[in-house]
């Protein structure tokens, strides 16, 4: 049986009422920002100095930021849940009409998918260079720091975004079919959502709001047809696949096979894998049972993999183009806040170290720490449930709760570890956290750095974390001081529990 979580307080009609017309309205001023100055394909990011003093420049910014506000507090106001599951998918879509009639938002990355797609289809190997030397034309709409760089992306979104191509015939084709794949995406992670809430016990009205009222979700996941909407439908469906029917030889293939799918889009997904094994667990947890449903799952994510790698012929070459996603240098990455600090005290010393390399390999070395030591909870936790009386139940109960956290807090780890963050990664977490967090006290450390990333870009892509590069990394550093602080502290007067089992 699922955990029951304690009833919560019914909202209000009257606050949701404004929450649901103000996010609306905030929703409309990003697709007005978008079209006066977004992300348009005759454009390059023009920053937020040349974009000021554009012709419409003020205008375009007051129209993006206050309706950033609107939908950030329209959909901070409901965080502990709307009024009811229906209320909340409807008021989601609502705010998704307007998104989905702008141009390409907060990102120029859609660009590089269809010249990425355009690339593959002409015959030429998106992993061997990049889209400029393939002759793709509208490179020029393609931010220039990725015009020369390898895609770094799976086989699976490879093909698909060669079909996109090849439909869509020009740019605007090409782009109206990479946004219809992040709509179906984000549609799939939907109709997963009250499935997997059930499990754990939390309100379906609860997860479906933080899942998709958030101002990320539909500016960058819709607006910006970013992929990670595609992975992470793909993600939520194998994980609803495992929640439903563990154990079951068939399933965990299916299971597997979404995953590797997953992973054949974007590599973050491989950091539920571990979980996602402990998910199809049937039963008394067991070395044994774990290797022999672990194995079958396995065979699923190699055989997707193996199936998409030989169907586009292009193999492993997309695991090279990872090595350029840490090119850019922004403070929002927290090992490249550390390194810059680390560049600006040797710069004031006079002597000069490789600060931001070192950093990012230390928390790479910290995440695979932290992955481990996440596992070993949850197989821990559900470990010392197989001898308690009533274990079924219990196990039951405990199994998608506790795997589905694991998976969430690995996502999170994942993206504050890695050499770049770029608002949209956040979903991950977001997403998962959102179906996995009982109490609703608990929800804020995600929710509160999702809202406050909702800001962090500019409607054409730029970033205004390059224009508070000293002071933002900076203040990310003491930020990572004090939470170690603080986890040091919490480590030392506790050890990790397991949760309450339902």
């Known amino acids: 049986m699922p955990h029951t979580a304690a009833p919560e307080e019914p909202v209000r009609p009257g606050p949701a009422r404004v929450a649901r017309w103000g996010g609306l309205a905030g929703a409309v001023l990003l697709a007005v920002a978008g079209w006066l100055g977004g992300a348009l394909p005759g454009t390059a990011g023009q920053g937020f100095g040349e974009l000021w003093r554009a012709g419409c420049g003020p205008l375009v910014l007051a129209c993006w930021l206050l309706g950033t506000g609107l939908l950030v507090g329209a959909w901070w106001a ?221 065979a699923g994510v190699l055989g997707a993999l193996a199936a998409t790698s030989l169907l586009s012929g292009l193999g492993l070459g997309w695991l090279g183009g990872l090595a350029h996603s840490g090119d850019s240098r922004q403070w929002t990455s927290p090992p490249t806040a550390v390194g810059l600090v680390g560049d600006y005290l040797g710069e004031a010393a006079g002597a000069r170290w490789p600060a931001v390399p070192v950093a990012r390999l230390a928390a790479l070395v910290l995440l695979v720490v932290a992955l481990a030591a996440l596992w070993w909870w949850a197989w821990s936790a559900l470990r010392r449930l197989n001898d308690v009386r009533g274990r079924v139940r219990r196990l039951a109960a405990a199994r998608p709760r506790v795997a589905l956290l694991g998976a969430g807090l690995a996502l999170a780890a994942t993206v504050l570890a890695a050499p770049v963050f770029h608002p949209w990664y956040a979903t991950w977490p977001l997403l998962v956290l959102a179906v996995a967090t009982v109490p609703p006290a608990r929800t804020r450390w995600f929710v509160l750095p999702s809202a406050a990333a ?36 919490a480590a030392l007067r506790r050890r990790w529990r397991a949760p309450e089992p339902g």
């Open 78 to 298: 409901l965080r502990t849940g709307a009024p009811s599951t229906r209320w909340a998918y409807l008021t989601a879509g609502l705010w998704l009409l307007p998104l989905l009639a702008a141009p390409p938002l907060g990102s120029r990355d859609v660009y590089s998918y269809a010249c990425q797609g355009w690339a593959y289809a002409a015959g030429h190997d998106p992993y061997a260079g990049g889209v400029a030397a393939a002759g793709c034309p509208w490179a020029d709409a393609v931010a220039p720091i990725w015009r020369d760089t390898p895609a770094p992306y799976g086989p699976f979104f490879v093909l698909l975004a060669a079909l996109a191509a090849t439909v869509g015939g020009g740019l605007v084709g090409t782009l109206a079919v990479l946004r219809l794949y992040a709509v179906l995406g984000v549609l799939l992670a939907a109709l997963c959502l009250p499935g997997l809430a059930r499990a754990v016990g939390v309100p379906t009205r609860r997860a479906a709001w933080l899942a998709l009222a958030c101002p990320l979700v539909g500016v960058h996941l819709v607006a910006g047809a970013h992929n990670d909407a595609v992975a992470l439908g793909l993600l939520l469906l194998g994980l609803l696949v495992l929640v439903r029917r563990p154990g079951r030889p068939r399933a965990l293939l299916v299971a597997g096979a979404l995953f590797g799918l997953a992973l054949a889009v974007k590599a973050t997904a491989v950091v539920v894998l571990p979980f996602a094994a402990l998910l199809a667990v049937l039963g008394r947890y067991t070395v044994r049972a774990l290797a022999r449903d672990a194995a079958l799952l396995a």
């Open 454 to 489: 909702s800001f962090l870009t500019l409607p054409d892509g730029s970033s205004l974390a390059a224009y508070t590069k000293a002071p933002g990394a900076v203040g990310m550093t003491l930020l990572v001081l004090v939470a170690a602080v603080l986890g040091t502290r």
